[in-house]
Protein backbone atom coordinates (compact mmCIF):
# COMPACT_ATOMS: atom_id res chain seq x y z
CA UNK A 1 0.00 0.00 0.00
CA UNK A 2 1.34 3.56 -0.71
CA UNK A 3 1.47 5.00 3.23
CA UNK A 4 2.48 8.85 2.47
CA UNK A 5 3.50 11.23 -0.08
CA UNK A 6 5.42 14.50 0.98
CA UNK A 7 5.41 16.99 -1.79
CA UNK A 8 8.63 19.12 -1.12
CA UNK A 9 8.28 20.77 -4.57
CA UNK A 10 5.16 20.95 -6.93
CA UNK A 11 3.55 22.94 -9.54
CA UNK A 12 1.25 25.23 -7.17
CA UNK A 13 0.77 22.85 -4.02
CA UNK A 14 1.79 24.46 -0.59
CA UNK A 15 5.62 23.12 -0.25
CA UNK A 16 6.04 20.77 2.66
CA UNK A 17 2.63 18.93 2.25
CA UNK A 18 2.45 15.91 3.97
CA UNK A 19 -0.43 13.43 2.91
CA UNK A 20 -1.09 10.16 5.35
CA UNK A 21 -3.20 7.49 3.57
CA UNK A 22 -5.45 4.45 5.24
CA UNK A 23 -5.37 0.94 3.44
CA UNK A 24 -8.50 1.00 2.51
CA UNK A 25 -10.55 4.63 1.67
CA UNK A 26 -8.80 7.87 1.23
CA UNK A 27 -11.38 10.36 0.13
CA UNK A 28 -10.66 13.64 -1.07
CA UNK A 29 -12.53 17.14 -0.08
CA UNK A 30 -12.96 20.18 -1.80
CA UNK A 31 -14.39 22.93 -4.44
CA UNK A 32 -13.84 22.62 -7.61
CA UNK A 33 -10.18 23.87 -8.40
CA UNK A 34 -8.45 23.45 -5.77
CA UNK A 35 -6.30 20.42 -6.99
CA UNK A 36 -8.45 17.30 -6.63
CA UNK A 37 -8.12 15.69 -9.65
CA UNK A 38 -4.18 17.40 -9.57
CA UNK A 39 -3.69 15.42 -6.54
CA UNK A 40 -5.21 11.78 -8.02
CA UNK A 41 -3.21 11.94 -11.57
CA UNK A 42 0.38 12.42 -9.22
CA UNK A 43 -1.15 9.45 -7.33
CA UNK A 44 -1.23 7.83 -10.81
CA UNK A 45 2.13 8.68 -11.29
CA UNK A 46 3.50 7.08 -8.21
CA UNK A 47 1.64 3.89 -8.19
CA UNK A 48 2.25 3.52 -11.74
CA UNK A 49 6.25 4.67 -11.28
CA UNK A 50 5.84 6.39 -14.41
CA UNK A 51 6.58 9.89 -14.40
CA UNK A 52 7.47 10.70 -17.74
CA UNK A 53 4.40 13.69 -18.06
CA UNK A 54 6.61 15.30 -15.18
CA UNK A 55 9.80 15.42 -17.40
CA UNK A 56 10.06 19.46 -18.54
CA UNK A 57 9.03 19.83 -14.84
CA UNK A 58 10.76 21.17 -11.66
CA UNK A 59 9.28 19.28 -9.08
CA UNK A 60 10.60 17.18 -5.64
CA UNK A 61 8.67 14.96 -4.20
CA UNK A 62 8.75 11.80 -1.53
CA UNK A 63 6.52 8.67 -1.04
CA UNK A 64 7.03 6.08 1.24
CA UNK A 65 4.98 2.54 0.53
CA UNK A 66 4.71 -0.89 2.21
CA UNK A 67 5.05 -4.39 1.06
CA UNK A 68 5.27 -7.55 2.74
CA UNK A 69 8.27 -8.50 2.84
CA UNK A 70 9.13 -4.75 3.70
CA UNK A 71 8.61 -1.04 2.76
CA UNK A 72 10.42 1.34 0.31
CA UNK A 73 11.29 5.20 1.02
CA UNK A 74 11.49 7.05 -2.72
CA UNK A 75 12.71 10.14 -2.99
CA UNK A 76 12.38 12.15 -6.23
CA UNK A 77 13.63 15.64 -7.57
CA UNK A 78 13.99 16.92 -11.02
CA UNK A 79 15.36 20.63 -10.83
CA UNK A 80 16.74 22.37 -14.01
CA UNK A 81 20.34 23.59 -14.56
CA UNK A 82 22.28 25.98 -16.78
CA UNK A 83 23.80 23.47 -19.60
CA UNK A 84 27.23 24.00 -19.33
CA UNK A 85 29.31 23.97 -22.44
CA UNK A 86 31.66 21.49 -21.93
CA UNK A 87 31.89 18.72 -24.24
CA UNK A 88 30.68 15.90 -21.26
CA UNK A 89 27.37 18.00 -21.04
CA UNK A 90 24.46 16.84 -20.34
CA UNK A 91 26.13 12.98 -18.98
CA UNK A 92 23.06 12.75 -16.81
CA UNK A 93 20.96 15.16 -18.01
CA UNK A 94 17.68 13.26 -19.44
CA UNK A 95 16.62 16.69 -21.50
CA UNK A 96 16.82 20.62 -21.74
CA UNK A 97 15.16 23.90 -23.05
CA UNK A 98 15.55 27.42 -23.65
CA UNK A 99 14.51 30.07 -21.28
CA UNK A 100 15.09 33.22 -21.84
CA UNK A 101 17.87 33.00 -24.21
CA UNK A 102 19.56 30.96 -21.77
CA UNK A 103 19.54 27.09 -22.18
CA UNK A 104 18.55 24.83 -19.35
CA UNK A 105 18.77 21.21 -18.44
CA UNK A 106 16.72 19.07 -16.36
CA UNK A 107 18.70 16.87 -13.74
CA UNK A 108 16.65 13.95 -12.23
CA UNK A 109 18.02 12.99 -8.76
CA UNK A 110 15.99 9.94 -7.48
CA UNK A 111 17.22 7.81 -3.78
CA UNK A 112 15.16 4.71 -2.38
CA UNK A 113 16.00 3.24 0.29
CA UNK A 114 14.17 -0.24 1.29
CA UNK A 115 14.20 -2.21 4.19
CA UNK A 116 13.91 -5.91 4.03
CA UNK A 117 12.27 -7.65 6.43
CA UNK A 118 13.08 -10.88 4.77
CA UNK A 119 17.20 -10.87 5.69
CA UNK A 120 18.37 -11.07 8.60
CA UNK A 121 15.51 -9.48 10.37
CA UNK A 122 15.97 -6.02 9.00
CA UNK A 123 18.12 -5.28 6.39
CA UNK A 124 18.62 -2.05 4.30
CA UNK A 125 19.88 -1.26 0.61
CA UNK A 126 20.18 2.27 -0.69
CA UNK A 127 19.89 3.21 -3.98
CA UNK A 128 21.05 6.48 -5.85
CA UNK A 129 20.18 7.60 -9.07
CA UNK A 130 22.46 10.71 -10.42
CA UNK A 131 20.69 11.90 -13.69
CA UNK A 132 20.90 8.19 -15.11
CA UNK A 133 24.14 6.58 -13.47
CA UNK A 134 22.51 4.70 -10.83
CA UNK A 135 24.71 2.75 -7.58
CA UNK A 136 23.84 0.21 -5.02
CA UNK A 137 25.21 -0.11 -1.00
CA UNK A 138 24.05 -2.54 1.56
CA UNK A 139 23.46 -1.86 5.05
CA UNK A 140 25.36 1.45 5.01
CA UNK A 141 28.59 0.08 3.06
CA UNK A 142 30.28 1.02 -0.15
CA UNK A 143 28.70 1.51 -2.99
CA UNK A 144 28.56 -0.50 -6.36
CA UNK A 145 27.67 0.85 -9.68
CA UNK A 146 24.72 -0.84 -11.77
CA UNK A 147 23.57 0.03 -15.16
CA UNK A 148 22.55 3.16 -16.54
CA UNK A 149 18.80 3.90 -16.13
CA UNK A 150 16.29 6.08 -17.69
CA UNK A 151 14.45 7.43 -14.72
CA UNK A 152 11.13 8.90 -16.96
CA UNK A 153 10.88 5.63 -18.55
CA UNK A 154 8.00 3.62 -18.40
CA UNK A 155 8.33 2.12 -15.57
CA UNK A 156 10.95 3.78 -12.77
CA UNK A 157 10.88 0.94 -10.48
CA UNK A 158 10.70 -2.17 -13.20
CA UNK A 159 13.90 -0.44 -14.69
CA UNK A 160 15.29 0.07 -11.65
CA UNK A 161 14.63 -3.97 -10.85
CA UNK A 162 15.95 -5.17 -13.71
CA UNK A 163 19.24 -3.28 -13.56
CA UNK A 164 19.71 -4.61 -10.11
CA UNK A 165 19.01 -8.27 -11.00
CA UNK A 166 20.02 -11.42 -8.75
CA UNK A 167 23.27 -10.80 -7.49
CA UNK A 168 22.88 -11.43 -4.10
CA UNK A 169 20.51 -12.09 -1.39
CA UNK A 170 19.93 -8.24 -1.02
CA UNK A 171 19.36 -8.08 -4.89
CA UNK A 172 16.81 -10.45 -5.10
CA UNK A 173 14.71 -9.12 -2.51
CA UNK A 174 14.78 -5.61 -3.81
CA UNK A 175 14.24 -6.87 -7.12
CA UNK A 176 11.02 -9.07 -6.21
CA UNK A 177 9.83 -6.00 -3.54
CA UNK A 178 10.32 -3.40 -6.59
CA UNK A 179 8.81 -5.36 -9.22
CA UNK A 180 5.82 -6.44 -7.64
CA UNK A 181 4.83 -3.34 -6.22
CA UNK A 182 5.74 -2.27 -9.84
CA UNK A 183 3.00 -5.03 -11.06
CA UNK A 184 0.46 -3.91 -8.32
CA UNK A 185 -0.07 -0.50 -9.70
CA UNK A 186 1.15 -1.09 -13.16
CA UNK A 187 -2.87 0.02 -14.32
CA UNK A 188 -3.28 2.54 -11.88
CA UNK A 189 -4.71 4.79 -14.45
CA UNK A 190 -7.08 7.53 -12.97
CA UNK A 191 -10.83 6.43 -13.61
CA UNK A 192 -11.90 9.58 -14.65
CA UNK A 193 -15.16 11.59 -14.07
CA UNK A 194 -16.63 11.09 -17.45
CA UNK A 195 -16.54 8.28 -20.17
CA UNK A 196 -12.67 7.58 -20.62
CA UNK A 197 -11.77 4.60 -19.52
CA UNK A 198 -15.04 3.28 -21.43
CA UNK A 199 -13.57 4.83 -24.73
CA UNK A 200 -9.89 3.22 -24.26
CA UNK A 201 -11.94 -0.18 -23.47
CA UNK A 202 -14.35 0.26 -26.59
CA UNK A 203 -12.78 2.77 -29.41
CA UNK A 204 -9.40 1.14 -30.04
CA UNK A 205 -6.24 3.23 -31.51
CA UNK A 206 -3.77 1.27 -30.22
CA UNK A 207 -1.09 3.51 -31.65
CA UNK A 208 -2.09 6.91 -29.01
CA UNK A 209 -0.09 7.72 -25.86
CA UNK A 210 -2.13 7.82 -23.09
CA UNK A 211 -2.98 11.60 -21.81
CA UNK A 212 -2.29 12.15 -18.28
CA UNK A 213 -4.25 10.37 -16.08
CA UNK A 214 -5.90 8.71 -19.19
CA UNK A 215 -5.87 4.87 -19.59
CA UNK A 216 -4.26 3.31 -23.07
CA UNK A 217 -6.35 1.73 -25.12
CA UNK A 218 -6.54 -2.00 -24.62
CA UNK A 219 -4.94 -4.87 -26.73
CA UNK A 220 -4.30 -8.20 -26.30
CA UNK A 221 -1.48 -10.47 -27.89
CA UNK A 222 -1.68 -14.21 -27.82
CA UNK A 223 0.27 -17.11 -28.75
CA UNK A 224 -2.37 -20.23 -29.54
CA UNK A 225 -0.82 -23.70 -28.71
CA UNK A 226 -2.32 -26.58 -30.42
CA UNK A 227 -3.89 -29.52 -28.39
CA UNK A 228 -3.59 -32.86 -29.25
CA UNK A 229 -7.39 -33.55 -31.06
CA UNK A 230 -6.43 -30.82 -33.41
CA UNK A 231 -8.30 -27.96 -31.43
CA UNK A 232 -5.93 -24.62 -29.77
CA UNK A 233 -5.59 -23.63 -26.39
CA UNK A 234 -4.56 -20.16 -25.65
CA UNK A 235 -0.87 -19.46 -24.43
CA UNK A 236 1.24 -17.05 -23.46
CA UNK A 237 -0.08 -13.59 -23.72
CA UNK A 238 1.03 -9.91 -23.65
CA UNK A 239 -1.39 -7.10 -22.69
CA UNK A 240 -1.77 -3.12 -21.76
CA UNK A 241 -4.70 -2.57 -19.55
CA UNK A 242 -6.33 -5.68 -19.54
CA UNK A 243 -7.09 -8.65 -17.45
CA UNK A 244 -5.47 -11.33 -17.77
CA UNK A 245 -8.49 -13.56 -17.59
CA UNK A 246 -9.83 -11.86 -20.56
CA UNK A 247 -8.99 -14.84 -22.96
CA UNK A 248 -10.33 -14.61 -26.88
CA UNK A 249 -10.95 -17.80 -28.35
CA UNK A 250 -8.88 -18.50 -31.59
CA UNK A 251 -10.30 -16.93 -34.93
CA UNK A 252 -11.29 -18.62 -37.44
CA UNK A 253 -10.00 -17.10 -41.21
CA UNK A 254 -11.78 -13.80 -41.83
CA UNK A 255 -13.25 -13.57 -38.09
CA UNK A 256 -13.46 -9.69 -37.30
CA UNK A 257 -13.95 -10.59 -33.63
CA UNK A 258 -13.16 -13.36 -30.94
CA UNK A 259 -15.41 -14.22 -28.20
CA UNK A 260 -14.10 -13.58 -24.69
CA UNK A 261 -15.46 -15.84 -21.61
CA UNK A 262 -15.93 -14.12 -18.72
CA UNK A 263 -15.74 -16.32 -15.44
CA UNK A 264 -17.17 -16.05 -11.96
CA UNK A 265 -15.04 -14.64 -10.18
CA UNK A 266 -14.75 -11.40 -12.42
CA UNK A 267 -16.42 -8.26 -11.72
CA UNK A 268 -17.42 -7.32 -15.04
CA UNK A 269 -19.76 -10.52 -14.72
CA UNK A 270 -21.59 -8.28 -12.06
CA UNK A 271 -23.10 -5.90 -14.69
CA UNK A 272 -25.94 -7.46 -16.23
CA UNK A 273 -28.06 -8.17 -13.19
CA UNK A 274 -27.12 -4.33 -11.46
CA UNK A 275 -28.17 -3.16 -15.18
CA UNK A 276 -31.18 -4.75 -15.55
CA UNK A 277 -29.87 -7.57 -18.68
CA UNK A 278 -30.78 -10.70 -19.03
CA UNK A 279 -27.49 -11.59 -20.23
CA UNK A 280 -23.93 -9.78 -21.53
CA UNK A 281 -21.24 -11.17 -23.70
CA UNK A 282 -18.37 -9.69 -24.60
CA UNK A 283 -15.65 -9.79 -27.36
CA UNK A 284 -12.64 -8.37 -28.88
CA UNK A 285 -11.52 -7.21 -32.40
CA UNK A 286 -9.29 -9.16 -34.51
CA UNK A 287 -6.41 -6.82 -35.55
CA UNK A 288 -3.66 -9.40 -37.44
CA UNK A 289 -1.60 -12.23 -36.36
CA UNK A 290 1.62 -13.11 -37.49
CA UNK A 291 4.74 -15.89 -36.93
CA UNK A 292 7.42 -16.08 -33.94
CA UNK A 293 10.20 -18.65 -34.00
CA UNK A 294 7.56 -19.91 -30.60
CA UNK A 295 4.44 -20.16 -32.77
CA UNK A 296 1.26 -18.52 -34.53
CA UNK A 297 0.78 -15.34 -32.39
CA UNK A 298 -2.94 -13.17 -32.68
CA UNK A 299 -2.97 -9.46 -31.78
CA UNK A 300 -6.56 -7.96 -30.24
CA UNK A 301 -7.73 -4.59 -29.84
CA UNK A 302 -10.96 -2.88 -28.71
CA UNK A 303 -13.90 -4.64 -27.10
CA UNK A 304 -17.66 -4.86 -27.91
CA UNK A 305 -20.21 -5.72 -25.46
CA UNK A 306 -23.69 -6.73 -26.25
CA UNK A 307 -26.74 -7.43 -24.46
CA UNK A 308 -30.08 -9.22 -24.23
CA UNK A 309 -32.80 -7.20 -22.41
CA UNK A 310 -35.32 -8.96 -20.38
CA UNK A 311 -37.82 -8.34 -23.47
CA UNK A 312 -35.44 -10.25 -25.68
CA UNK A 313 -34.32 -6.79 -27.53
CA UNK A 314 -30.53 -7.03 -28.17
CA UNK A 315 -27.87 -4.06 -28.54
CA UNK A 316 -24.34 -2.89 -28.03
CA UNK A 317 -22.79 -1.00 -25.40
CA UNK A 318 -23.39 2.20 -27.64
CA UNK A 319 -26.86 2.41 -26.80
CA UNK A 320 -25.89 2.22 -23.09
CA UNK A 321 -27.12 5.21 -20.84
CA UNK A 322 -24.10 7.43 -19.38
CA UNK A 323 -24.39 5.99 -16.28
CA UNK A 324 -24.61 2.46 -17.44
CA UNK A 325 -21.38 3.16 -19.28
CA UNK A 326 -19.55 4.37 -16.40
CA UNK A 327 -20.91 1.47 -14.48
CA UNK A 328 -19.68 -1.08 -17.01
CA UNK A 329 -16.02 0.91 -17.09
CA UNK A 330 -15.44 0.57 -13.86
CA UNK A 331 -15.83 -3.03 -13.30
CA UNK A 332 -13.86 -3.36 -16.36
CA UNK A 333 -11.36 -1.47 -14.17
CA UNK A 334 -11.67 -3.33 -11.43
CA UNK A 335 -10.48 -6.45 -12.91
CA UNK A 336 -7.44 -4.90 -14.07
CA UNK A 337 -6.89 -3.52 -10.71
CA UNK A 338 -6.27 -5.80 -7.96
CA UNK A 339 -4.82 -3.29 -5.50
CA UNK A 340 -5.56 0.05 -6.44
CA UNK A 341 -8.42 2.03 -7.09
CA UNK A 342 -7.99 5.68 -8.44
CA UNK A 343 -11.44 7.31 -9.29
CA UNK A 344 -12.96 10.91 -9.86
CA UNK A 345 -16.04 11.55 -9.03
CA UNK A 346 -16.76 8.03 -9.37
CA UNK A 347 -20.86 8.00 -8.60
CA UNK A 348 -21.43 10.42 -11.17
CA UNK A 349 -24.54 9.16 -13.35
CA UNK A 350 -24.98 6.27 -10.81
CA UNK A 351 -28.05 5.36 -9.18
CA UNK A 352 -27.43 4.88 -5.56
CA UNK A 353 -27.83 0.78 -5.23
CA UNK A 354 -25.00 1.25 -7.82
CA UNK A 355 -23.18 3.43 -5.48
CA UNK A 356 -22.88 0.81 -2.53
CA UNK A 357 -22.50 -1.90 -5.41
CA UNK A 358 -19.20 -0.17 -6.50
CA UNK A 359 -17.55 0.79 -2.87
CA UNK A 360 -18.67 -3.03 -2.15
CA UNK A 361 -17.19 -3.86 -5.16
CA UNK A 362 -13.95 -2.12 -4.06
CA UNK A 363 -13.09 -4.65 -1.39
CA UNK A 364 -9.81 -4.66 0.43
CA UNK A 365 -7.98 -2.49 -2.82
CA UNK A 366 -6.09 0.56 -1.46
CA UNK A 367 -8.33 3.68 -2.61
CA UNK A 368 -8.19 7.47 -3.62
CA UNK A 369 -11.91 8.82 -4.34
CA UNK A 370 -13.61 12.02 -5.20
CA UNK A 371 -17.34 12.86 -5.30
CA UNK A 372 -19.66 16.17 -4.72
CA UNK A 373 -21.90 13.48 -4.19
CA UNK A 374 -22.69 13.16 -0.46
CA UNK A 375 -24.30 9.33 -0.42
CA UNK A 376 -20.55 7.96 -1.33
CA UNK A 377 -19.50 8.85 1.53
CA UNK A 378 -22.68 7.91 3.30
CA UNK A 379 -21.47 4.12 2.84
CA UNK A 380 -17.81 5.22 3.85
CA UNK A 381 -17.07 2.44 7.02
CA UNK A 382 -15.66 5.14 10.13
CA UNK A 383 -13.62 2.73 12.38
CA UNK A 384 -11.87 5.28 14.62
CA UNK A 385 -10.17 8.97 15.08
CA UNK A 386 -6.72 7.37 13.22
CA UNK A 387 -8.28 6.09 10.44
CA UNK A 388 -10.63 9.18 10.39
CA UNK A 389 -7.79 12.00 10.22
CA UNK A 390 -6.35 9.80 7.20
CA UNK A 391 -9.25 8.83 5.11
CA UNK A 392 -10.09 12.43 4.70
CA UNK A 393 -7.94 15.20 2.85
CA UNK A 394 -9.28 18.57 2.53
CA UNK A 395 -7.91 20.07 -0.46
CA UNK A 396 -8.02 24.18 -0.27
CA UNK A 397 -7.05 27.23 -1.94
CA UNK A 398 -5.23 29.84 0.43
CA UNK A 399 -3.75 33.16 -0.82
CA UNK A 400 0.25 33.91 0.52
CA UNK A 401 2.42 37.06 -0.37
CA UNK A 402 -0.54 37.89 -3.28
CA UNK A 403 -0.20 34.63 -4.57
CA UNK A 404 -2.42 31.44 -4.37
CA UNK A 405 -1.58 28.18 -3.41
CA UNK A 406 -3.21 24.63 -3.25
CA UNK A 407 -2.92 22.94 0.27
CA UNK A 408 -3.66 19.82 0.93
CA UNK A 409 -3.77 18.18 4.48
CA UNK A 410 -5.19 15.21 6.61
CA UNK A 411 -8.03 16.17 8.99
CA UNK A 412 -6.97 17.90 12.09
CA UNK A 413 -7.01 15.77 15.23
CA UNK A 414 -9.50 17.79 16.90
CA UNK A 415 -11.24 17.85 13.33
CA UNK A 416 -11.66 13.90 13.20
CA UNK A 417 -12.26 13.38 16.89
CA UNK A 418 -15.41 15.47 16.84
CA UNK A 419 -16.26 14.05 13.40
CA UNK A 420 -15.92 11.11 14.86
CA UNK A 421 -17.57 11.76 17.65
CA UNK A 422 -20.90 12.94 15.52
CA UNK A 423 -20.73 9.71 14.01
CA UNK A 424 -21.11 7.26 16.17
CA UNK A 425 -24.20 9.30 18.06
CA UNK A 426 -25.73 7.74 14.50
CA UNK A 427 -28.13 10.93 13.68
CA UNK A 428 -26.64 12.43 10.87
CA UNK A 429 -25.17 10.95 7.69
CA UNK A 430 -21.26 11.57 6.57
CA UNK A 431 -21.60 13.98 4.51
CA UNK A 432 -24.28 16.21 6.54
CA UNK A 433 -21.33 16.42 9.51
CA UNK A 434 -18.60 17.45 7.36
CA UNK A 435 -21.12 20.07 5.88
CA UNK A 436 -22.28 21.17 9.12
CA UNK A 437 -18.82 20.95 10.25
CA UNK A 438 -17.27 23.11 7.25
CA UNK A 439 -15.16 20.08 6.24
CA UNK A 440 -16.44 19.92 2.70
Known amino acids: MLKSLTLHQFRYIKPGTKLMFTEHFNVLLGRNGTGKTTLLDLLSMVLRADFSALREEEFDIEYEFTHEHGTGQVRFANQFKPASSGKNSGTHSTGQRREGGTQRRHHPHVTIKLQLDRINGNSELDIDIDGAAMRRRKNGGAWGELDAVDVFGVSLLEAISDSIGWADRHAMEAHAILAEFNRYGQWAYRFDESLGIFESMTEGDTGRRPRLGRAPAIWMEMR ?37 ELTPNLSLKKFPELAGFKKMSMSLAVERSWQEHDGLWWRFGQAEFLFSALRGVEFNHNFLSYGQKRLLAFFYYLDTNFHFVIADELVNGMHHDWIRACLDEIGDRQSFLTSQ ?57 VGEILRVRGLW
Open 373 to 429: NPLMLDYLPLESVEQVQKSFIQCKSEVVDDTTQIAWSNLSTEDAEELFADYQVGIQH
Open 224 to 260: FDPKPDGSSLGGASRYVFMHHQYKPMRPQSGQSSSAV
